[in-house]
């Protein structure tokens, strides 16, 4: 028999669903139907493929009211932001469909006969995705890999896989056939591994933490495995005083708080031009206040719980003890609660200023020049996301080229957009997601030199 794990909803502790753990067997498995499946699905016609992953998003849209209500149960998610997910996975799975006869190789110039390349698929690819966007990030990795001809194994973080295991009945239910896409709910270290080890998985596409993706790397070196990895951030928000600061103010606290912090992309680290700090400290208590912390499934709610009693433990280890500038409200009682909180730290080589706490915990600190903005924003190991407020473009651009990160904003706190890149400088990453930069990291490219002697 294999082991179960209860799936527990973080908002009330209420267990809502009883999952089969898989184990290396059943990875090893789907691995080989996934291989047995290779051959056919990637001479399925380009337009067919296309056709089959419009279906699959048709099917994702048709049921985004379900998968919303999964996410949030699971996850603790606010419905608002789950039901903005669901929509995403539609999209990114209709972009991705429509890429599949985009990705063109090329003829080159040679002497004595004809050159051309070919976007191969990989073969297997194994999915390793985690648990604080769980079905967004899921398509972030399938749409492009089959999209390119690839047969997938994909391990959700155990905790919350339930609307990824909904998606994998969808996409058979859309007519991906059997053995192209399997879901495999287990344990990072039993089923995640194999995916490393396992000579017939040829990428292994990894969502997570820092410190798993440099498991995962060097664990791929063994057999010079293909690895992609979205890790952490610790990005910076600079706000200068040329800026509309009221703006910047109100939008700050949601680019740390949303999804209760636990966002890669959360701009954790608030740097504010000094004649500006104390009005933009209001600013940002101010709209604070406003966000509604409660029951996840309330479509006014703002902020939920954090995912786990572990997770909430993790949170207070930073928090602890520590004087906030600004505390929000947290419900009491039953539920992984932890509050807003604003901090101004002295010293900013403290773990908070320094960490990843994914966590709704803002550290927010005065600088004076832009020099010495974009060397705070610099002193990180992570490089992922981040904004820059200023009214002056030729500012803003300088800071933007200047900023070591992947997917910045100027007088905005989006990062996300399908059709754009997105992934990280440094320690948060390697390689991209989205767009079509992404299809290279799914597939091998070919060349072929044809003689005309
Ligand atoms: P995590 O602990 O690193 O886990 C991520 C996934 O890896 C889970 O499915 C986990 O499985 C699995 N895993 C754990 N150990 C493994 C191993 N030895 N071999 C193979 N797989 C293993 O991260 P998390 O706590 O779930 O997620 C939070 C982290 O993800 C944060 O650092 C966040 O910044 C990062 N993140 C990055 C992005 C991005 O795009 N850059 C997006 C979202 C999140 P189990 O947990 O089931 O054991
Ligand atoms: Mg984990």
Request: glycine residues 10%; contains cysteine.
């Amino acid at each position: 028999m294999p082991d179960t794990l209860q799936i527990v909803n973080p908002a009330n502790e209420t267990v809502i669903a009883s999952v089969a753990l898989a184990t290396v067997d059943h990875a090893d498995e789907a691995i080989a139907r996934a291989k047995e499946a290779g051959p056919a699905w990637r001479m399925v016609a380009p337009a067919d493929r296309a056709r089959l992953l419009r279906r699959f998003a048709e099917a994702v849209a048709a049921n985004a009211e379900e998968l919303a209500q999964l996410e949030t149960a699971n996850m603790g998610m606010p419905i608002g932001a789950s039901r903005w997910c669901a929509t995403g996975v539609a999209d990114v799975l209709h972009y991705f469909a429509g890429a599949i006869d985009k990705h063109t190789g090329s003829t080159i110039p040679v002497a004595g006969g004809i050159d051309m390349t070919f976007h191969e698929p990989l073969g297997v690819v194994g999915l390793i995705t985690p648990w604080n966007f769980p079905m967004y990030m899921a398509s972030w990795k399938l749409g492009p890999a089959l999209a390119t001809g690839n047969t997938v194994v994909i391990k959700p973080a155990e905790i919350t896989p339930l609307t990824t295991m909904r998606l994998g009945e969808l996409a058979l239910d859309a007519g991906i056939p059997e053995g192209v896409l399997s879901v495999l709910v287990g344990t990072g270290a039993e089923v995640g591994w194999r995916f490393v080890t396992h000579p017939d998985v040829r990428k292994v596409a990894f969502t997570g933490s820092t410190a798993v993706g440099k498991r995962i790397m060097s664990g791929c070196a063994d057999q010079v495995k293909r690895v992609t990895l979205e890790l952490g951030g610790k990005s910076a928000n600079i706000v200068f005083a040329d800026a509309d600061v009221d703006a910047a103010a109100a939008g700050a606290p949601g680019a740390v708080f949303d999804n209760t912090g636990q966002d890669c992309c959360a701009r954790s680290r608030v740097l504010v031009q000094r004649s500006v700090f104390d009005r933009f400290v209001e600013g940002f208590e101010a709209a604070a206040a406003q966000l509604v912390v409660g029951d996840p499934t309330d479509p006014a709610t703002a902020i939920g719980p954090l995912v786990t009693a572990a997770h909430l433990a993790k949170v207070r280890s930073y928090t602890d003890g520590v004087r906030a500038t600004w505390t929000g409200e947290a419900p009491s009682g039953s539920g992984f609660w932890h509050p807003c909180m604003l901090l101004t730290p002295d010293d900013p080589s403290s773990a908070l200023w320094t960490d990843e706490v994914f966590g709704p915990v803002a550290t927010m600190i005065p600088f004076d020049t832009e020099e010495e903005a974009v060397a705070i924003a610099n002193d990180s190991v992570y490089g992922l996301s981040g904004s820059i407020w200023s009214r002056d473009i030729g500012r803003a651009l300088r800071v933007a080229r200047a900023v070591e990160g992947g997917a910045l904003s100027v007088n905005s706190n989006s990062s996300v957009r399908y059709a754009t890149p997105f992934g990280g400088f440094k320690q948060s990453g390697l390689g991209r997601e989205h767009s079509m930069h992404v299809l290279d990291h799914y597939t091998e490219l070919k060349n072929v030199f044809i003689s005309m002697t």
